[in-house]
Structures are given as structure tokens and as C-alpha cells.
């Protein structure tokens, strides 16, 4: 269980204003979250995938690697496990915590909507013209931030709510703070034995329950997903085993998943393998490297570490990386929140404008 009298933040908030680098995350059905901080020095800067072949740490990457979003690498430190001992790490105390509770938003403003309408138009000419199979189209909006917000309140809520993601919250002076709560494995495995996930297809829960069918435009977006990673890991002559497509929950949502296992002879070489699949075409497009550059050229915004990947690293232990989904920037004065999805020729807007505003209701919900 995850406790309920955890009341108190300052401690994990203030690493933030000191400007320390540490991430605090959450394994899906983990009831006890990681702290990782790093004891001062500089911040490990990666300018490829894979340089991260040989490395331990919290590594945070962005969508789309470039100078000002550079792979980030949090050095572990200090690691501390469990909310009592990582209360002791940063000093919490015990006086009560009223965080976040008049946060107001408003995710169906007119000219919200036309922008998404005019990008959406964008991008669906070239899959209409079969130039692209298919293509993630994202959005972000922003939140004015109350003076009582609590980034460490917002990630222990989203601990208490969403017990099958990957919760984390993270700060390095170069990335600035994120938090995120996401359904999507990118790669976790230890010793050459590796797991990935193809998640795509969106729906939202009937009451309480998961839907019993998916139309043909969210089976083919899963399934695209699901060869492009069968093809990419082919190409380096890796074998993979596989299971699904089934449903999975994801907060009030529901995704098609299939489930990949597959070996390595050589034990470190996660970067090579992140540099087989990401991006995939859960978050990017069809064909790859051409999709890459129409979203850079075309979204309207830069997604920074939004559809990158977080998580921890160590080429001599064990790896848990995500996508990073359902996650906000935490800046200043703002919270800039986003969401995008799987647009194949077929897509409609008004549905997939709806589907952005159930992903973004992910992080919403731990605002309130
Ligand atoms: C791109 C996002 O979700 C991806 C993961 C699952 C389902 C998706 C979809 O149905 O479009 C997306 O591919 C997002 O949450 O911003």
C-alpha cells in the first residue's frame, strides 16, 4: 500500500528550487518509489544513444535528440528506497500540505481547438496522399501554476492513482522538471534478457471496465507498432518472442499491447537497442526517418523531452526505461502538459482532438 499519511513535500520540492538533480520514480505495481540524487559536480550530457551502452543513472532523453535537448544522465549517488527513507533523505516533516487544490483549467478553448484542426489537417494530407502510413500528432497546453502547487504532492498523487504506470519526477538543471505517469515500456531487462512493448490504440473505459472490441483504425495503428519493432530488432538478427495484442488499462484509458522478449549475446548494449527503436511509431511515424523530420517541420512546437524516454539505466544491472507519455514540463510560472496520437489516412478529427483531451486528463486529474 502505498501510504496515506504521507502529508508533507518541502523536501523533494525544495531539491527542485536548489537546483539538484534527482529523479523519484515509481516501477508499475511497486508501492515503494526510487530516489536517485546526484551529490553535485556536472550532469552527465550524452550526445547519442549509444553512449549509453556503458552508463548507470537516471537518464532523461528527448524526442527528438538535438543542442538543446541533450540526453541527460543523473548519477545515482544517493539512493534512497521507500517514502519513509526518502522522507529522512529530504528531510520531510510532518506539518500538513494543502497543494494544488484551486488549479483550474480549461481544455476546451475554441482556439485550442482550431490550432489542433489546422495541424491535424497538416499531417493528414500526406497520409491521405499515402506519403506516410502514419503519423503521431501532439499538442501541449498550459496551466498558470498556483502559488500551493507541490511537484512532489503531484507525483505522490499520481503514485496513488496509477498503480500500473511508470510514476516519476524528475529536475536537472538542463532538462528542468518533469513529471509523468506513463503506460509505455520502451525497454527494461538485465544480463542480455530484454523486454519491449508495441502500445498503441486508444479508447476510453466503458464505466469502469476495459472495451471488449477496437475498430480497424486502432488495430492497424497497433499493428504497426508491433512490426516495426519485429522488423528493427530483425535487422540486428535478434529473435523475439511475442504475446498479444491484448488490452491494458492506462489510468481511465484502455491501449492495445503486445509484449516482446528477446536475448542479446552482448549484455551491454541497451543504447544500441534504443537506437533500433526509438522513436517508434507509437510516438513518431511511418517510415521513420521521414516522419521524424515532417513532425519537427510541421507540429507547430518543439516536443522537447515530451515522447523522449526516462527511467534508469545501468549497464551491469538492471534497466527500466519508458516512453515518456501523459507527462507535464513543470517551468516557472506554467505547467506545459501534452499529449498526442496515432493518425493513419483514416483518422477523424473531432476524435482524435477528443482522444488528446482523455490522455491530458492523465496528468489533470493528479492536479486536483
Ligand atoms: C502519443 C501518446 O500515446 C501513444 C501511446 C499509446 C496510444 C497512442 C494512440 O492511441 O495514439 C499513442 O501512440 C500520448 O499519450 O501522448
Not at 541533450?70 to 544517493?78: E, F, K, Q, S, Y
Not at 507547430?300 to 515530451?306: A, E, F, P, V
Request: glycine fraction near 8%; aromatic fraction near 10%.
Amino acid at each position: 500500500m502505498i501510504p496515506s499519511e504521507v502529508t508533507n513535500f518541502s523536501g523533494i520540492d525544495s531539491l527542485i528550487h536548489q537546483q539538484r538533480s534527482f529523479a523519484l520514480y515509481l516501477l508499475p505495481g511497486n508501492n515503494e518509489p526510487t530516489l536517485v540524487l546526484q551529490e553535485g559536480g556536472d550532469m552527465g550530457q550524452l550526445k547519442s544513444y549509444t553512449e549509453l551502452n556503458d552508463k548507470k543513472g537516471f537518464v532523461l532523453a528527448p524526442f527528438c535528440l538535438n543542442e538543446s535537448h541533450p540526453i541527460v544522465l543523473i548519477r545515482a549517488d544517493i539512493v534512497s528506497v521507500g517514502w519513509k527513507s526518502i522522507a529522512g533523505v529530504t528531510s520531510f516533516q510532518s506539518s500538513a500540505c494543502s497543494a494544488n487544490k484551486e488549479t483550474v483549467f480549461m481544455l476546451d478553448k475554441e482556439d485550442l481547438y482550431y490550432a489542433y484542426n489546422k495541424s491535424f489537417n497538416v499531417f493528414i494530407k500526406p497520409l491521405r496522399e499515402g506519403i506516410f502510413e502514419k503519423l503521431v500528432l501532439s499538442r501541449k497546453v498550459n496551466i498558470k501554476k498556483t502559488s500551493e502547487f507541490s511537484p512532489a504532492k503531484a507525483f505522490y498523487n499520481a503514485c496513488r492513482r496509477y498503480k500500473r504506470a511508470f510514476v516519476y519526477l524528475c529536475h536537472s538543471p538542463q532538462s528542468g522538471t518533469w513529471l509523468g505517469s506513463t503506460p509505455e515500456l520502451l525497454l527494461s531487462g538485465q544480463l542480455g534478457h530484454w523486454n519491449t512493448v508495441a502500445l498503441a490504440g486508444t479508447q476510453p473505459l466503458i464505466g469502469n471496465n476495459l472495451p471488449d472490441s477496437w475498430n480497424d483504425k486502432n488495430r492497424k495503428e497497433q499493428a504497426l507498432v508491433a512490426d516495426y519493432i519485429k522488423s528493427q530488432l530483425a535487422s540486428a538478427n535478434i529473435d523475439v518472442l511475442e504475446d498479444g495484442p491484448f488490452t491494458v488499462q492506462a489510468g481511465d484509458l484502455a491501449h492495445l499491447k503486445t509484449e516482446f522478449r528477446f536475448e542479446t549475446a552482448d549484455r551491454r548494449c541497451l543504447g544500441n537497442l534504443v537506437e533500433l527503436l526509438h522513436p517508434t511509431p507509437a510516438i513518431c511515424g511511418l517510415p521513420r526517418k521521414e516522419a521524424l523530420q515532417f513532425i519537427k517541420e510541421n507540429e507547430g512546437y518543439d516536443r522537447s523531452y515530451y515522447s523522449g524516454f526516462i527511467g534508469m539505466v545501468d549497464a551491469d544491472g538492471r534497466n527500466d526505461i519508458y516512453v515518456n507519455l501523459r507527462c507535464m514540463n513543470i517551468g516557472e510560472n506554467d505547467l506545459t502538459l501534452f499529449a498526442g496520437g496515432g493518425l493513419l489516412d483514416s483518422s477523424d478529427v473531432d476524435q482524435e482532438w477528443e482522444e488528446t483531451n482523455d490522455k491530458l486528463q492523465t496528468m489533470l486529474a493528479i492536479l486536483k
